[in-house]
């Protein structure tokens, strides 16, 4: 069974940092460009960033020098390290597998004093 899942949220507060991973499993993503998306109360779901099959990550503006995706291949990982958070960055994060199109189930991240 393919499944990717999200892990690492949590409660932080402004100006913390946090690390999300998301494991697939039941199949390689080794080729595949993979993307974390996140998704705010009442708002749509947004594009985060995305890395690669080769490594290349881009991240959208409101996230650039903050956060940062790596991938890990041998452990069939992908990783969104998330610095210098603020409450904006309130929302649940989803990674996705782009080329088939496989999504994790989220992981909640909340940014409060």
């Known amino acids: 069974q393919v499944q990717l899942v999200e892990s690492g949220g949590g409660l932080v507060q402004p100006g913390g940092s946090l690390r999300l991973s998301c494991a697939a499993s039941g199949y390689i993503f080794s080729d595949s460009a993979m993307a974390w998306y996140r998704q705010a109360p009442g708002k749509q779901r947004e594009w985060v960033g995305t890395?690669?099959?080769?490594?290349?990550?881009y991240h959208t503006d409101s996230v650039k020098g903050r956060f940062s995706i790596s991938r890990d291949t041998a452990k069939n990982m992908v990783h969104l390290q998330m610095n210098s958070l603020k409450p904006e960055d309130t929302a649940v994060y989803y990674c996705?597998?782009?080329?088939?199109?496989?999504w994790g189930q989220g992981t909640q991240v909340t940014v409060s004093s």
């Open positions: 996705k597998d782009n080329i088939h199109n496989y």
């Open positions: 890395i690669t099959g080769g490594g290349i990550a």
